[in-house]
C-alpha cells in the first residue's frame, strides 16, 4: 500500500514539474521572452501557486531550467545525428565531413534561440545562463569525443581532441553573431542565415585560418 501510494506521488509530483516547464515554454514562445510572472505560470500550467515553489526554489530557477532542457534536447539530438551518419575512413577530413552532415541536421538555433529570449533583460540569471551555455558545449565536446573515438578507434587522439575544440568554439562564436544578426528569431530567414554561418565555420576548420 505504502509503496503504491509513494509510487502515485512520485507521478503527481513529475506531472506538476512537467506542466510547470511545458506552460514556462509556452508563455516564453507567445511573448518573445519572460514576459510573466509566477501567478501567471500557475495558471497556465493549471496548478496552486505554492505548487511552482515546491519544485522550484523561485520564478529564474524555472527559466534556468527551461533553458537546460532545450540545450538537453538538442545536444541528444545532435549526438544522435552523428551515430547515424555514414562512417568515413578515419582522416581527419573523413571525420569532419561527418561533423559537417551532423551539425547541418541538428536544432542549435532553437536551443540558442530559447535561452537567448528566457535571459533577455534579467540580469539576475543572465551569468548562470551563460555557465549553463558553456557547461552545455563542454558536455557536448566531450561526448562528441567519445562517440568519435568509437567510430574511429584509430584515429589520433590529439586529432579528435583539435577537432572538436574548433568545432565547439567556432560554434560560440557563430551563436552570438547569429543573436546579434537576427534577434535569435525562428523563421526561415533566420536559419538560412545560421545555415551561412554554420558553412563559414565549417570552411574555416577544413582550410584553417588562412587569407584567401
Not at 512537467?18 to 505560470?41: K, Q
Not at 562564436?173 to 534577434?183: E, H, K, Q
Not at 523563421?187 to 563559414?200: K, P
Request: hydrophobic content about 45%; aromatic content about 6%; some cysteine.
Amino acid at each position: 500500500m505504502t509503496i503504491a501510494v509513494n509510487d502515485r506521488r512520485a507521478a503527481l509530483k513529475a506531472r506538476h514539474r512537467a506542466a510547470i516547464l511545458a506552460a514556462a515554454s509556452a508563455l516564453i514562445d507567445e511573448r518573445g521572452g519572460p514576459d510573466f510572472g509566477v501567478d501567471e505560470l500557475a495558471e497556465r500550467a493549471d496548478i496552486a501557486r505554492r505548487t511552482v515553489f515546491n519544485h522550484f526554489g523561485s520564478f529564474d530557477e524555472v527559466l534556468l531550467t527551461v533553458c537546460t532542457d532545450a540545450l538537453t534536447v538538442v545536444v541528444d539530438d545532435f549526438l544522435a545525428s552523428v551515430s547515424s551518419t555514414a562512417v568515413g575512413d578515419g582522416t581527419r577530413s573523413s571525420m569532419l565531413d561527418e561533423m559537417a552532415v551532423a551539425l547541418h541536421r541538428s536544432d542549435l538555433p532553437t536551443a540558442i534561440a530559447t535561452m537567448h529570449h528566457v535571459v533577455g533583460g534579467r540580469k539576475a540569471i543572465q551569468e548562470r545562463s551563460v555557465d549553463f551555455a558553456r557547461a552545455g558545449f563542454l558536455r557536448v565536446g566531450d561526448r562528441l569525443r567519445e562517440e568519435i573515438s568509437r567510430r574511429h578507434p584509430a584515429a589520433d587522439e590529439l586529432d579528435v581532441e583539435l577537432l572538436v575544440g574548433f568545432l565547439m568554439s567556432g560554434l560560440s562564436v557563430v551563436s552570438r553573431r547569429w543573436i546579434d544578426r537576427t534577434g535569435a528569431r525562428l523563421d526561415d530567414a533566420s536559419r538560412a542565415e545560421w545555415e551561412q554561418l554554420l558553412a563559414r565555420l565549417l570552411h574555416s576548420v577544413r582550410s584553417g585560418y588562412m587569407p584567401t
